[in-house]
């Protein structure tokens, strides 16, 4: 019997502390009734002033790995989606497997890709396990709060930080992934994104006094275009992929970025909201992690018994997108 590729176990975290949008007004020109009316926002969740990227990632990755009942020397790989790093530099992933008591296994960031980088790592580690055989541990993790402006009322009341993780195995046992697709338009990599730290523009005493070293560059109307373009078409793709249509797909799990563009990659598909997953206005656009917390917490609801068929998508910074099919 062919061996199945999926994922035998599902964790995510999100930190104690609330934000809320009334939080937000004493911060920046602000309100709860702008917040919810252009976002679909009512809080998020930061990390703790000393929890950073690796212990949200850690709490995610327990989870996943108790329920998959796989011990961390057993790990093949881990790969983790982030772009919020421990450090600057080595990647977070070396964190992640000395915390975790991996054995001297490649580990490595995949870092960039915005939202989208949870199934872009999940399209990764589906290759890798054909090739060289699982489990290996998949991470998105965000810590945002700790690198964004607080002063830019048009971005930072987006955000919250989180962390999901998975690990992807082969074998009987397990949700199968039945089909991947992921793309990059490079051309439109300025539309979205944090530009300050890099060889472009470095780091500087100036940066820093004119308060713009955590700005994140966002074209509003461009991103909303070609996010709900992109992930429309990436799932269309998967699903020809296996000969479905949309009304073979039991729930959908799309990038949580905001509930305007949740409901029209919903219109452009033609899934009823009844048979679409929402969580932003619990957890804000939580990047890399919201995929995969989306997907856990409706899991944890009791909305995808077995047999069900389960369709994810993301875009992010880059620009990049991604799609991935799931059969429980």
């Not at 055989?133 to 991470?139: D, E, S």
């Not at 009322?153 to 955000?159: A, H, I, M, S, W």
């Not at 700005?215 to 078409?233: C, P, Y």
């Amino acid at each position: 019997m062919q061996q199945k590729i999926g994922f035998r176990g599902l964790g995510a975290y999100v930190p104690e502390r609330v934000m809320t949008n009334e939080d937000w007004t004493r911060y920046v020109d602000t309100s709860d009734e702008w917040i919810v009316e252009r976002t679909g926002i009512h809080q998020r969740r930061f990390a703790g002033e000393k929890e950073t990227t690796v212990d949200l990632g850690m709490a995610a990755a327990r989870l996943a790995m108790e329920e998959a009942a796989v011990q961390p020397g057993e790990l093949r790989e881990i790969i983790v989606a982030t772009d919020t790093p421990e450090v600057y530099n080595p990647d977070t992933a070396a964190y992640i497997q000395h915390q975790i008591g991996a054995g001297e296994v490649p580990a490595y960031d995949l870092a960039g890709s915005g939202c989208a980088g949870f199934l872009q790592a999940v399209d990764l580690a589906c290759s890798r396990v054909a090739v060289r055989g699982g489990p290996i541990l998949v991470l998105g993790v965000e810590a945002i709060s700790k690198i964004m402006s607080w002063q830019d009322r048009n971005t930072c009341v987006l955000f919250g930080d989180g962390a999901g993780a998975m690990v992807i195995d082969q074998g009987q046992d397990l949700v199968e992934v039945l089909a991947v697709t992921t793309g990059t338009d490079g051309s439109k990599a300025d539309i979205l994104g944090k530009e300050i730290g890099g060889t472009r523009v470095p780091f500087s005493k100036e940066v820093a006094e004119d308060n713009v070293h955590n700005r994140v560059v966002m074209n509003g109307r461009e991103v909303f275009k070609e996010a709900v373009s992109r992930m429309s078409a990436a799932a269309h793709e998967v699903l020809n992929q296996v000969g479905w249509s949309t009304d073979d797909i039991d729930l959908f799990v799309p990038h949580q970025a905001n509930i305007r563009i949740l409901h029209s990659v919903a219109k452009s598909l033609g899934f009823p909201l009844e048979k679409v997953y929402i969580n932003v206005q619990d957890y804000g656009n939580t990047g890399s992690a919201s995929v995969p917390l989306a997907l856990w917490e409706a899991r944890n609801k009791g909305m995808v018994p077995a047999g069900s068929k389960v369709l994810l998508t993301a875009f992010g910074a880059g620009f990049h997108w991604a799609a991935v099919l799931l059969q429980f």
